[in-house]
């Protein structure tokens, strides 16, 4: 079984052409990301237009380039599998289109694929790792605790009342002046800083409720910053450590409780594993606190390669994949409009973003 993978759902331009043969290990023949941070560097940010228009100059390309690294024709392609939500809705558009012009013209089967659905697969692209699992997916628009029971089968647990994490990360390296994307530098800059300086809050340590918040945070290094400025560049590297400490401290108390349910609703599950995905899993100061905290509570870390773990078309690829096998593929997917926004777990009530367009998370 092969196929193709397109994922447009931000500023990376992506193709992939995965292979599952029989019982053997699946393989990733091509992955081609093309990042758009040169674009948007200016602006601090993602633009939307910009992107867009970027996918539609760069994406047949793409595709040509992971069909010709992977050694596998369009004949040969099974399926094609593209993100279809959620994102920002002119590049799924792109994206998506693509893949429902190739699907047709090549006679192929198409599979619209929740982009999140993809990274909550990918540890079993990577680690080949059982349901269920329990999965902490932290990224610029998402942070959530999901428990994965199967393919399509998806329970959250807990998610931001407020701020997605990557967000959270972003806006700090913003008000401190640092480049865009913020999370890398804020990471790279907290190395020569201080993290015992700034007492900043644990947003919901210890509470019962089970989400994560990060407004108050962001707001708290705001304030921090106002007070001593101008700044010096140690000054930003200790607000920088003691914003991580922060994050680090609040993440190992949310987990930590979806850990203890884990336990509780899957006692018959003699490996439990925490699997960590989305852009922020790359920070090492967030993995050292997970990978203590699964140690002590007798869970495997999983954590896919970073190339896995921030936006590429392999875990779209993939995720068509475990669909295909599983019989859930959409047969109306030519049909499929896309989604800017669209739960991962449809059953939970939303806690932000509920609308016209429908919930966020």
């Not at 047949?60 to 992977?70: F, T």
């Not at 079993?124 to 628009?141: C, E, I, M, N, W």
């Not at 804020?186 to 947003?203: L, N």
């Not at 993440?251 to 594993?273: N, S, T, W």
């Amino acid at each position: 079984m092969r196929v193709l993978g397109i994922e447009t759902s931000c500023d990376e331009t992506a193709a992939s052409v995965v292979a599952l043969d029989g019982g053997a290990a699946p393989e990733i023949l091509s992955n081609i990301v093309l990042s758009q941070i040169e674009e948007h560097a200016a602006f601090g940010g993602v633009v939307p237009e910009i992107a867009a228009r970027a996918h539609v100059e760069a994406l047949d390309g793409i595709v040509e380039a992971a069909l010709a690294d992977s050694a596998v024709s369009l004949d040969e392609i099974d399926a094609i599998a593209a993100t279809a939500g959620p994102g920002l809705v002119g590049g799924l558009i792109v994206g998506l289109m693509t893949a429902k012009a190739i699907a047709a013209a090549a006679n192929k089967p198409l599979i619209a694929i929740n982009h999140l659905e993809g990274h909550a697969l990918t540890a079993r692209l990577t680690d080949g790792l059982d349901f269920p699992y329990l999965l902490l997916l932290v990224s610029g628009g998402h942070t959530q605790i999901v428990a994965v029971r199967g393919v399509g089968d998806y329970q959250r647990w807990a998610t931001t009342i407020d701020d997605a994490l990557g967000e959270a990360f972003d806006k700090t390296a913003k008000m401190l002046g640092l480049p865009y994307p913020g999370g890398p530098n804020v990471e790279k800059t907290a190395v020569s800083g201080d993290a015992g300086r700034f007492a900043f809050p644990r947003p919901m340590k210890g509470s019962a409720q089970p989400d994560f918040s990060f407004s108050g945070l962001k707001t708290a290094v705001r304030q921090a910053a106002s007070a001593i400025a101008p700044l010096s560049d140690q000054d930003v590297a200790d607000i920088c450590a003691s914003f991580q400490a922060a994050v680090a401290d609040a993440l190992g108390d949310r987990v930590g409780r979806g850990l203890a349910r884990f336990r509780r609703e899957f006692p018959g599950q003699a490996k439990p594993a925490l699997v960590v995905a989305g852009g922020v899993a790359a920070n090492r100061t967030i993995k050292a606190t997970l990978e203590a905290l699964c140690s002590e509570a007798g869970f495997a870390f999983v954590a896919p390669p970073q190339k896995l773990c921030t936006d590429n078309a392999a875990m779209i690829a993939w995720a068509g994949i475990e669909r295909l096998r599983a019989g859930i593929a959409d047969e109306n997917a030519a049909d499929f409009v896309p989604r800017s926004r669209w739960p991962l777990d449809s059953v939970s009530a939303p806690l932000v973003g509920s609308g016209r367009r429908g919930a966020k998370a």
